[in-house]
């Protein structure tokens, strides 16, 4: 069973080698400059600051009828689907390495990128290369246009989505982590039919689009749970668990829950081989997971970790080939870009892409319990959609000094009203940067030898950062 898993990729893909999308690629660009121009002048919702959310901007009618023009690739690939608030990138990229660990070909899509476009498309670590997206987007583009002319022309989001899909098609992967973008229901990732979904830790983000309350956020969340696939969660609010629940039971999708019905457990602990760090075990009747050291910092971390074991498991009881000494190599390889990332030592500079109240509070306690430091200054920028003073208020418990700065985000939230709305929360004095570039020399002249400058609040702004300290690093332009 477990080898006519590991190929239906690939026997799908010669069965389908002889018939022909119902619109024939057309090679439109000459170089992949031109092919990215196009790319990036569709309708980006990332970037916008005002996006209605409902199913005109957000189309799964208008994603799948570009799929059709494709051949359906998504059809021909095996996936897991993830959604969450938080932890959605680092669970799926603990799930990816611990699968490509055990031989399979495994294709990873994540949003947004920090500094290359590419990182959203990546098949066993290797981002997609500029040509393989020149091949890609000349096959989309006759979709593309079709679907412009008839008045409904795809996103940004949904030709990198589906452009992700008939990649890994072309490429014969054996199972596909996918992580939605924004929600779930209306995601343009909502089109899969995977083998099991996961749901990370939620909670308020995206008040605009997704609601200002949790049971409504849980319920787009909850959007990507289909009829009797299986559904593995972490520990919830009793609200945002009751509405997961509740899908589960009506789409009769099997549902389960780490530290529940899934034996789990952390701790921390230091040693002199790692420092400080967590170790996790994870029991089930299939697999057994022992004092895995979590390869990322932080209590979160390692629930994250614990719903990549979980799934990896089901994947394992359905057929998967799975050796448990192979996956805790594979995790041990894990690292991962913007999670409290130190990308400068002299000062010591961490960046991280901690966007929603919980997850500020779980970076300033992760900081709190694995680097140690005399003082530390926040480097503070977010977009206007986000819960501001959940954020703000989280940021008061760690940080001794804070200036806040504007990312390059439309979005952005001005500076001056995240600093007068922290004063008025908070009652503490703070600090104004323009940009990044003139809050750094202020954060520097605060700080001594035994102390910490964490930039944080945005995937743009800590991508800036990482551009700005890692110069060898070339943007693709986004």
Do not use: W
Not at 37 to 42: E, F, I, R, T, V
Not at 68 to 74: N, T
Not at 352 to 361: M, T, V
Request: net charge positive.
């Amino acid at each position: 069973m477990a080898k006519t898993i590991r190929t239906t990729g690939k026997k799908q893909a010669r069965r389908d080698s002889s018939k022909v999308a119902t619109v024939r690629a057309k090679k439109a660009f000459g170089n992949y400059k031109e092919a990215l121009a196009y790319l990036l002048d569709k309708t980006d919702y990332e970037k916008e600051e005002h996006v209605r959310y409902n199913g005109s901007t957000f189309s799964l009618e208008r994603m799948e009828k570009l799929l059709s023009l494709l051949g359906d690739p998504h059809t021909k690939i095996n996936t897991v689907h993830i959604a969450g608030t938080k932890g959605k990138g680092s669970t799926a990229t603990m799930l990816a390495r611990m699968l490509e660990a055990n031989g399979y070909t495994v294709g990873l899509y994540t949003s947004p990128h920090l500094v290359h476009l590419h990182e959203r498309i990546a098949i066993n670590g290797r981002m997609i290369s500029d040509a393989e997206m020149l091949a890609m987007m000349n096959r989309l583009y006759a979709p593309v246009e079709k679907l412009t002319k008839e008045g409904s022309p795809p996103t940004f989001f949904e030709i990198m989505t589906a452009l992700a899909f008939a990649f890994f098609e072309s490429q014969h992967i054996d199972i596909g982590v996918i992580e939605t973008g924004l929600g779930g229901r209306l995601d343009s990732t909502n089109v899969i039919q995977p083998k099991v979904v996961g749901i990370t830790s939620l909670s308020i983000d995206h008040k605009k689009q997704l609601g200002d309350t949790l049971d409504r956020i849980a319920m787009e969340k909850a959007g990507i749970i289909k009829r009797g696939i299986p559904v593995v969660t972490v520990q919830q609010d009793p609200v945002a668990m009751s509405v997961l629940k509740a899908q589960s039971l009506a789409v009769k999708a099997p549902l389960s829950v780490t530290g529940a019905d899934i034996d789990f457990s952390y701790r921390f602990e230091t040693s002199r081989e790692h420092g400080p760090h967590t170790r996790i075990c994870l029991t089930t009747p299939t697999s057994k997971f022992e004092h895995l050291r979590v390869p990322l910092y932080g209590r979160h971390q390692a629930i994250n970790c614990g719903l990549a074991l979980a799934l990896l498991d089901k994947l394992k009881s359905i057929g998967y080939e799975i050796d448990s000494q192979k996956s805790a190599e594979g995790l041990g390889s894990v690292t991962l870009a913007g999670r409290m990332e130190m990308i400068c030592h002299d000062p010591r500079v961490m960046i991280d892409g901690a966007h929603n109240a919980a997850s500020i509070r779980a970076l300033i306690h992760a900081i709190g319990q694995n680097i140690p430091y005399d003082s530390m200054v926040v480097i503070f920028g977010c977009n206007s959609d986000k819960d501001i003073p959940g954020m703000l208020a989280e940021l008061q418990y760690g940080a001794d000094k804070v200036i806040f700065t504007r990312s390059n985000s439309a979005k952005a939230m001005p500076p001056q009203e995240l600093a007068d709305t922290y004063t008025e929360l908070c009652g503490k004095m703070c600090q104004v940067a323009g940009s990044l570039g003139e809050a750094l020399p202020l954060a520097r002249s605060a700080v001594g030898r035994e102390d910490l400058i964490c930039i944080t609040g945005s995937f743009y702004l800590i991508g800036q950062a990482k551009v700005r300290f890692q110069p060898q690093i070339v943007p693709v332009a986004s």
